[in-house]
């Protein structure tokens, strides 16, 4: 058979330029065997390179090179996941958390959420609804950077020095571990936008946005003004943070472990994300619960200058302090904690990266390992 006849029957693309990696050098070694014999000497050399190397060329689909897990570019992505899904998910939510700062401030003039919404229409119109959310977006994309890239970070390093025994019999302590670490370093990076963003967004008149409000701010309270509530802010996201990291490993475990009939490395990534959205939600609506009283106090303290934590006390009632604006919260940061977890996973995924939890520590997968192979002898 000439070369010309075995042309008009094949495509115009060969094949094995589209194969996986996983598809090893068969088409290639064929076509290489089926070339005519005048270029022998030529085939021979390229043989010789396809069988040591093994030559393939990857699917456009496949990544160029795959991220190592717990290197510096592991580390870095999931801080630049972490920016996303939370300086995004706070923007879009700024309305919501604009009324609920609102009635934490003045619960007389802000009775319920739907009269909230409806009296800052009334005062501020459409765009009085987003007042704020530079300081949002620029804050809490801080605050996702740190929380998301330390917690990865603490996650191993705790694991390793704890020792795989210890990390699989108490992994959950090691997510609480991390992930409080994580948040002490995310709220410094947080803090001073929370500050202005609160002011801004309850007193009127007081600024437009970051631009005018932070010197104002500065002007009028000193430049560590700008820290005066990270106490109160710590309280706030660090129960808030280790309930949202520890409840959604053990949940996202559970749907793996009991709802799916299959290991999550068999399941589609689509799923895999849609288990992150769910484990999120869930834990959100723990998270609003456990961080609330402090979230009343947050609000009240950077609303009112030089106001204390005995003040806010007195003022709100203990009562008040768990209750006023709660449903609301657990509304808000359960979507908002869903979406992070969504957004968060859908970026690993998308630079080639497993999507979090449903597996053990990796500590203790080493030990797991190792267990598995002392068995077999």
Known sequence: MDLSEKSSRQSLIPSFLYSSSSAK???????????????????????????????????PSEPAKKIEMYSPAFYAACTAGGILSCG??????????????????DPTKYKSISSGFGILFKEQGVRGFFKGWVPTLLGYSGQGACKFGFYEFFKKYYSDLAGPEFTAKYKTLIYLAGSASAEVIADIALCPFEAVKVRVQTQPGFARGLSDGLPKFVKSEGALGLYKGIVPLWGRQIPYTMMKFASFEAIVENIYKYAIPRPKDECSKS??????????????????????????????????????????????????????????????????????WGIYDAFKVFVGLPTTGGVTPPSAAVAAGVASELAKV
């Open 271 to 340: 799923l895999q994300l849609g288990v992150s959205f769910a484990g999120g939600y869930v834990a959100g609506v723990f998270c609003a619960i456990v961080s609330h009283p402090a979230d009343n106090l947050v609000s009240f303290l950077n609303n009112a200058k030089g106001a204390t934590v005995g003040d806010a006390v007195k003022k709100i009632g203990v009562v008040g302090l768990f209750t006023r604006g709660l449903p609301l919260r657990i509304v808000m940061i359960g979507t908002l904690t869903g979406a992070q």
């Open 88 to 105: 995004l998910t706070h923007m879009a939510v700024t309305p919501l958390d604009l009324v609920k700062c609102n009635m934490q401030i």
């Open 25 to 59: 050098t068969f088409g290639l070694e064929k076509m290489l065997h089926a070339t005519p014999t005048a270029a022998a000497g030529f085939n021979t050399n390229v043989d010789a390179v396809s069988q040591s190397k093994g030559f393939v060329i990857p699917t």
